[in-house]
């Protein structure tokens, strides 16, 4: 199916929900989501809601901010409690079920109180590679995959997206802080804040994608491969930097950056 007949497709998709609430992080996939929505409902038939919490970025909510406007869509935003409930914060392998839980069930709640028709969110077909406990959620409260049904993998929406002029279109895959914790090991705000400081500082160098995987006293980093060199030949303030953030030994991923590489140790 050509990039093209995958539009149609998402657009009558989206034009049958009638109305919507968009899960609205800001990045790549909610953003061209959103955007289709645009173009298929009425602007009063669409929500766009941003949950702000520890385990996201501080700088996202901005930029999720800015976008929506750009796009033309309300926008509301709300906060979860993720680390109020002791089997998130625990830290299983089924972590981000009672993540997207919540999240969901807020959405849901939003929907049914502004008669609202669907909830929807941007899974699409890059996303099925990888681990998501999530997905359970998902589908126990019924929220809608437009992008994932119309056939949309990540490439396509990073095609389409420039095409729209979006100004996330060459934004890097963002997840959760929780997702640089090892299973196992509990979460804390603290933690987590630590976390963001950590990729923020190493954000500025100007790396494409960034992780700071988190192993107590221990990190280890990932970054592209192409931009390792520029990684390594940073190593004294980097190491500086993150020795001041109460990590004792600073190491690097030679394989580089890739989607949740903490799962590649667990039996899926």
Known sequence: MSLQDKLVRLKRLISGYKSCVVAFSGGLDSAFLLKVCSMALPADKILAVTAVSATYPEAELSKAKVLAKDIGVRLKVIRTKELSNRKFTANSTKRCYFCKKELFTRLLTIARKNKFNFVLEASNLTDEKDYRPGNIA??????GSPLLKA???KEDIRKLSKKFGLSSWNKPSLACLA?????GLKIT????KRIDRAELYLSSFGFKQVRLRHYNGLCRIEVEKGDLPKLLNNRQPIVERLKGLGYNYVTVDLEGYRTGSLNEA???
């Not at 998902?138 to 929220?143: G, P, S, T, V, Y």
């Not at 705000?189 to 987590?192: D, Q, S, T, V, Y």
């Open 138 to 143: 998902k589908k126990e409260l019924k929220i």
């Open 266 to 268: 667990i039996n899926k």
């Open 179 to 183: 997702s640089r914790i090892p299973y």
């Open 189 to 192: 705000g603290r933690l987590l």
């Open 151 to 153: 056939g949309f993998s």
